[in-house]
Structures are given as C-alpha cells and as structure tokens.
C-alpha cells in the first residue's frame, strides 16, 4: 500500500509547478518583465497597439500572477485595466497571448454580538 501512495505522489513531485504573485513597482516596464523572464521581445510586437499601450501604463502595486516551472514562466496574467488582463501562456517552444476578462466576485458576511 505504501509503494502505491509513494507512485501516486511521485508525478506532483517531479512536475510541480509554482504558483507566485508579485506587484508591479513603480517604474518596472513590459520590456523588463519579458526579458527578465527570457520571454521573446517580439511577443510585445505581435501585439495590437492599444494593449501595448496599455502595458505601458500598468499602475504600481498591480498583482501578476506568475505559474513557473522551475524558472521558466508556463503561464502569466497581467492586469491591463479592471476589466481585462494579458494572459500569456507557453506552449512548446513559444508564447501565445490572449485578452482575457478579470472576473470579481463578492462576498457578504454577517458578524453577530
């Protein structure tokens, strides 16, 4: 039973993937982050021009979510607005990007004394 346990769990350990959230300081630009994370500058170009626009005001202290392998970015999101955010994702040798919607949800919570 033991070995079956250890089987099972062997595959989360050899290809864990790491989930991190960082803030976007004051001054960090697009560029940075692209080579920073040996992503391709030409991701950048192959964008429209409103979204690079828009990556050129990301505000400060805006959470990225980054999922790594290691040192290698698998997938990242970067808020563009409130509405939307850059979602770029590896796959195979290249990156591919798409917009996608941030979605809020709320919660309502009720103390008693």
Known sequence: MKKFFFLLFVPFFLFAYQVQ???WHKGDSFYRFLKS???PISLYYSLNKKTQKQLRMISANAQIYLLKNGKEIKQALIPLDFKKQ???IKTGKKYIT???P???TTEEKFAKV
């Open 21 to 23: 959230i960082k803030s």
């Open 102 to 104: 941030i979605k809020y």
């Open 37 to 39: 994370n040996n992503i």
């Open 98 to 100: 798409k917009i996608v």
């Open 86 to 88: 850059l979602q770029i």
